[in-house]
């Protein structure tokens, strides 16, 4: 059966630091991945998907990028945390387009 | 720009009663999604309508999707307690998977 991996769980982070995020997926090949934020007592807002290896599409501009150096694994990086960069950042994959995406369980981000 | 709304955003009803949430889009899909958060938790997907007129039920919810009005139903019968979550509604185009807002579904006794 497929899993998914996200870590750290909580991450507490102070202004100007960098951050890395992974998440890995078993038990399935060339996934669609993503990573979503969602702030505090909100909707979840889509900051990357994947497609395949190395192939990355942004949906907002931010001092975040996302990187997926192997096939199922899947990064969220930054160089220089921001204040409004603190929420839940959950990964996600399926196994295609138009199919069900099962999240990880989820970063929770505090930027001090 | 494919946007899904949903409403209403926050809804307290009493344990017993019945309910509906909507969930509108705004462009063409054939497939829909139902998830359900708990409060610090992740999603749990809930339901996976893939065409229209498409119902699927499991214990007291029952969700349901219109293609041609574009909306689906998520519909709460006889509530209780353990239903108290954050429901999302969520389409997808062409790898983009976009999310309403959420609905905050407390039960209260």
């Known amino acids: 059966s497929q899993t998914i991996h996200q870590w750290p769980a909580t991450l507490v982070q102070p202004v100007g630091s960098p951050l890395s995020l992974e998440c890995t997926v078993e038990g399935t090949s060339n996934p669609n991945l993503y990573w979503y934020r969602q702030a505090a007592g909100r909707g979840l807002q889509l900051l990357f998907y994947s497609v395949g290896i190395g192939q990355i599409s942004s949906e907002v501009p931010q001092n975040l990028s996302a990187s997926r150096p192997q096939d199922r694994q899947f990064i969220l990086s930054s160089k220089k945390l921001l204040l409004s960069d603190s929420g839940f950042y959950l990964c996600?994959?399926?196994?295609?387009?138009?199919?069900?995406?099962?999240f990880g369980q989820g970063t929770r981000l505090t930027v001090v | 720009e494919l946007k899904v709304e949903q409403n209403p955003l926050f809804l307290s009803m009493q344990e017993g009663k019945n309910y509906t949430i909507y969930c509108n889009y705004s462009t063409t899909s054939d497939r829909l999604y139902w998830y359900r958060q708990d409060p610090g938790k992740s999603l749990e997907s809930l339901f996976v309508?893939?065409?229209?007129?498409a119902v699927k039920q499991e214990g007291r919810l029952m969700a349901s999707l219109d293609t041609k009005a574009r909306l689906s139903t998520l519909h709460i019968t006889a509530a209780v307690h353990d239903l108290s979550a954050t429901y999302f509604c969520a389409v997808d185009k062409y790898n983009d998977m976009r999310f309403g807002a959420g609905t905050r579904l407390t039960v209260k006794p």
């Open positions: 996600a994959w399926s196994v295609g387009p138009n199919t069900e995406a099962f």
């Open positions: 309508l893939l065409s229209n007129g």
